[in-house]
DNA sequence: TACTTTACTGACTTGAAAGTCAGTAAACAG
DNA sequence: CTGTTTACTGACTTTCAAGTCAGTAAAGTA
């Protein structure tokens, strides 16, 4: 009686976005994977006939959730030519101030939680997404501090510096933005405009 | 024949301390009571006399955790008496690259993990951490923005941006550190040195 | 010593969710 | 149309931990 289409190849993805509202939502240990399944529009057994454990399926939504965020901060910083400064106020700034709200933020909750119990996982995160930012950022430092554009080679060796309130801003909408709201872009700013201030030779730039 | 003491007074804080340990090592849903028990030399029964639920325990060992170290901060700033640049060079950078190695890391994981599901806990931890921490921060910079010592007042509105790297440092700690180390105190200093440099007035202090 | 109070114990109950699998029917081959 | 494969189902099993409570004995009282 029940009209259940069969459609492999359309089924995982399917259970991974499903699942990825859920993690979301409730967290590992509070997602249920009956939960999972019926907001899928599937049965509880397929998802385990596509996914072996929750683990596994966890893991994949963590992947198909981030990867296409780098690709497309890689790809944003590579596209740009002008100026660092340029770059900092304008797409990073936009970018920056976009993530907090995006579905990102969540990743960044369930992997703090969730990375001390799945080392592999946490591995690949960071090389596939820590390492890869934090490479694309020097890149971008290190041809400013070439260019003659910044001195010091303070940002090109601690690129992580640049993303410090992009943290804080992730785990305050999390957390804390129903309390009290955080003016992301104002914090932001402030943030890019101290960068420049402390290591900017020429102050031509908008 | 087991001869158990009768401990009114000491046993919630023995009990407070086992599950800060088993909730650090293995995160709120990980930990088991009858573990808990175990560790503090106690019947699983006793656990529940003193906290009603698990999730009351939990409230109570982030409480205890936390509150001595916002006091220590506090008192921190508040016993400083020379410049801006001397506290954050000297008192800051200590105690901000020992948090990442203490046991406070553990509550930030907690915290995040956790906060979405217990609004009071969060609330209660804005309250008490969050804006007690923004608000002495505030007053340093306030004071070295009327002396003179640094120009503008971004930093007095903005107090955040100088903890982003801490926070940093403390999730690279728990994730990622064994696969690769970060060196907090390298990152701090360049931290505080981009702040100062971006805002210092007269670079006479060390 | 006998009696009362209550800190403390641990076997038990209860509920819940991950994971299983025998069965069903949709697609497709011939 | 018939037979075969396999995507899909959902009731069932298994495991496991939070929370309970009847009972025990340590301390206090007289």
């Known amino acids: 009686m029940p009209r259940n289409q069969r459609r492999k ?3 995982p993805d399917e259970i991974v976005a499903a699942a990825f509202t859920e993690f979301a939502d409730r967290g590992y240990a509070d997602t249920k994977l009956d939960r999972v399944a019926k907001r899928a529009g599937v049965s509880k057994g397929l998802v385990f006939l596509y996914f072996k454990t929750k683990e ?33 106020r304008g797409p990073f700034v936009e970018f920056a101030a976009a993530l907090p709200e995006s579905p ?16 592999d996982l946490t591995r690949w995160y960071h090389d596939n997404v820590i390492s890869r930012v934090t490479a694309a950022l020097a890149g971008l430092f290190q041809r400013a501090e070439d260019s003659g554009e910044i001195k ?4 090109s060796q ?6 410090g309130p992009v943290v804080i801003g992730m785990i305050w909408k ?11 872009r104002a ?3 402030a943030h890019v405009d101290m960068m420049l201030g402390a290591f900017a030779i020429s102050r031509s730039d908008a």
Chains 1, 2 share one sequence.
Do not use: C, M, Y
């Open 152 to 155: 010091a080679a303070t940002l």
């Open 187 to 189: 914090f932001l700013n």
């Open 158 to 163: 601690q690129p992580l510096l640049l993303i």
């Open 174 to 184: 999390l957390l804390f933005d129903s309390h009290k709201p955080l003016d992301t």
């Open 9 to 11: 190849e359309d089924r």
């Open 104 to 119: 990102a933020r969540h990743v960044v909750r369930l992997i703090v939680a969730e990375g001390p119990k799945h080392p």
């Open 56 to 88: 596994q399926l966890f893991k994949a939504v963590v992947r198909a959730v981030v990867v296409p965020r780098i690709d497309a901060f890689e790809a944003a910083i590579a596209a740009h030519e002008g100026s660092l400064a340029s770059f900092l």
